[in-house]
């Protein structure tokens, strides 16, 4: 083949390389506000929240659970010298404690988030935030009228790779965003046997794909999405109930967002993440979505690679808190408000109806989440 007729059979382009753009993608953290937290459930994922925060330096002082060994086992382990409690309701007229962090599932945590802002509290609610947009709406609402932030921990927007990515099209380094690619191919068979998570229909588009909704709302910016199809596979042999492979395509007036999920990928596990813009393009690689070390950007003038510092169950959850902190300190609502969170939410609840029912689902119309 010859000239006009290869058919775009031509070798790749060459580019010269490039200094990585520097960007300011570590976690954010207060100028000097150290508010009082009390952090409500010592679950699992308090580990990783109390471990951040022990970090960063941050003013734990109460820790609360309906197990009081539980609370006493975290304060231990990271603060010391913190209260333990097993009533979240004892410390809503304190004015030592300005957030409460809550941690327990999504209708358990219902009552502990409206009470704290009714409170004058403001607070940091768990993944998935709720259940039920108009829930959403309204405890958004309430913060509002009561003069406090609320925000979701939705920890992934500070993995370091995420974080650097949603600065560089930020920064204009690409263009209009076009398409998003997310591929993901993991062993997430360590929960066999567990009910809490076998028990949940949706596992894989719901309780970890919810990040990756949340990326697609937070990386598209100012692109409102129109429809979500969705698609999930279970396979004789699977280790867990859930179907293990999922799929969702997101389609905008301009661009597409592709998520597609594999949950029982025994060995050479990988995650991808591609963004295309009209100048140019994102790549991050690796293993796992904690050992994302280095992005590849492609431009017009050249391409580069930029090593990363810190991991998601590190960075993520500093920044999540630190967010919050440095949202208040500056009298601003925080990147991960309840209200910005909703439309991450209108997408994996769009998705989760797509699965059901095997069409397209109108982003927006799913109120609430069957998973």
């Not at 570590?26 to 937290?37: D, K, M, T, V």
């Not at 004892?90 to 358990?108: F, Q, W, Y």
């Not at 169950?313 to 500093?318: C, I, L």
């Amino acid at each position: 083949m010859s000239g006009d007729n290869e058919y775009g059979f031509i070798p790749s382009k060459q580019s010269k390389r490039i200094a990585p753009p520097e960007l300011a993608y570590l976690p954010p953290l207060p100028n000097s506000y150290r508010p009082g937290i009390a952090l409500v459930g010592a679950g699992g994922v308090s580990e990783f929240h109390l471990r951040a925060y022990q970090t960063c330096n941050f003013n734990v002082l109460v820790i609360i659970d309906r197990s009081l060994d539980k609370a006493q086992q975290r304060r231990d382990q990271f603060f010391p010298k913190a209260e333990t409690l097993t009533d979240y309701r004892e410390i809503l007229k304190r004015d030592d404690i300005e957030i409460v962090d809550a941690t327990p599932h999504p209708s358990d945590r219902l009552p502990i988030i409206e009470d704290s802002l009714r409170a004058g509290k403001h607070v940091l609610s768990q993944k998935p935030f709720v259940l039920d947009l108009d829930d959403g709406q309204r405890l958004a609402s309430l913060a509002k009228d009561r003069n406090v932030r609320l925000a979701v921990n939705q920890s992934g927007r500070w993995a370091p790779h995420f974080s650097y990515l949603r600065k560089a099209i930020q920064a204009d380094l690409i263009g209009q965003v076009t398409s998003i690619d997310f591929s993901l191919q993991w062993d997430q068979t360590w929960i066999a046997g567990n009910e809490g998570f076998e028990k949940i229909r949706h596992l894989i588009l719901f309780d970890f794909a919810i990040h990756w909704f949340d990326m697609a709302n937070c990386l598209m910016d100012n692109q409102k999405a129109d429809t979500v199809y969705a698609l999930v596979t279970g396979f004789p042999g699977q280790l867990f109930r859930p179907p293990a492979v999922a799929s969702a395509t997101i389609g905008y007036p301009n661009a597409q967002v592709r998520l597609s999920f594999h949950g029982h990928t025994l060995r050479g596990e990988e995650d991808v993440t591609t963004i295309v813009g009209t100048k140019g393009l994102l790549r991050s690689r690796g293993p796992g979505l904690n050992e994302q070390s280095e992005i590849h950007l492609f431009t017009e003038s050249g391409h580069c690679r930029t090593p990363l510092n810190g991991c998601w169950f590190e960075s993520g959850f500093q920044g999540a808190m630190g967010e919050l902190i440095c949202a208040i300190e500056e009298n601003r609502e925080p990147l991960h408000s309840a209200e910005n969170n909703l439309k991450s939410l209108e997408l994996c609840y769009a998705a989760l109806a797509s699965a059901d029912s095997g069409e397209i689902a109108k982003v927006g119309s799913v109120r609430k989440a069957m998973p």
